[in-house]
């Protein structure tokens, strides 16, 4: 769908956003609330992150350490683990044996790994992926186009409406998997445009969904996501939203569009 057949809805928000919190507590948030997600990618470059080195090397967990050369720990698939704290290592008993690790700015860390995808705290149970585009829009600073100071003031001009062509294989995919969700209650599809963060048009998914906090709800989203790869384009990204009244695009999916998915 072209630009020109979408809804425009203004969204107008302000929230104070704490930028103090540890980065893994900014992730969880981020999940949920869009304004943490500037504050994510800020704090990651100027803070000092984690990563694996192979065994014996930097054997004592020396604090200033790092190397460029250094037997850097990567997943089967490249993608490149790394932790915002020590203890995240071992979030979930997914690593029971004592690992080897360096201390690196994030953005240093960055520069190097351009190219890679990134995953932030993989083992606990709110985590981050970074994909190669991010990673360079973070480094060059184009990511950063809608924050504001310690304040997030949000004004912008977002369009909205009914996708084209729906993705007919993925909506069957996701009823089915949603039958096994208790949470769901309802799904709906749209298609948005953000002219000041995004690059093109995408999918948004909007859930109605019984959770508790923000992590369970990202566990739906994590598998939502996971489900939508095999069905979309290497380029091609998605929004997922928890659907609320008075929230954000709340008006137009109750008012204007029908649910593909009701339990």
């Not at 080897?100 to 240093?108: D, L």
């Amino acid at each position: 769908m072209s630009k020109d057949k979408l809804d425009t809805m203004t969204q107008s928000t302000q929230l104070k956003v704490n930028k103090s919190l540890p980065l893994a507590d900014i992730i969880e948030k981020a999940g949920t609330v869009k304004e943490y997600r500037a504050v994510f990618y800020e704090n990651f470059l100027k803070n000092d992150i984690y990563v694996l080195v192979k065994e014996g090397y930097n054997a004592n967990n020396e604090a200033n350490s790092f190397n460029a050369n250094a037997p850097i720990i990567t997943f089967e698939n490249q993608q490149i683990p790394v932790f915002t704290a020590p203890k995240h290592i071992y979030d979930q008993g997914a690593i029971q044996d004592e690992m080897n690790y360096m201390k690196v700015n994030g953005r240093a860390f960055l520069e190097l790994a351009m190219g890679h995808t990134i995953i932030v705290n993989p083992f606990s149970k709110v985590y981050k992926e970074l994909v190669p585009n991010e990673v360079a829009d973070m480094l060059n600073g184009s990511i950063f186009n809608f924050i504001q100071d310690d304040i997030a003031h949000v004004h912008m001009q977002v369009l909205i409406g009914k996708p084209e062509v729906e993705p007919t294989a993925l909506l069957e995919d996701l009823k089915k998997t949603f039958t096994a969700i208790a949470a769901i209650s309802s799904a709906y599809i749209g298609w948005t445009f953000n002219a000041r963060i995004d690059k093109k048009p995408h999918y948004i998914f909007a859930l109605e969904c019984e959770v508790k906090n923000g992590a369970e709800f990202k566990e739906i989203a994590d598998v939502i996501s996971n489900l939508c790869k095999p069905h979309l384009k290497k380029e091609e990204y998605i929004d997922i939203i928890r659907l609320e009244p008075n929230g954000n695009f709340s008006d137009y999916f109750y008012k204007e569009d029908q649910p593909f998915y009701t339990k």
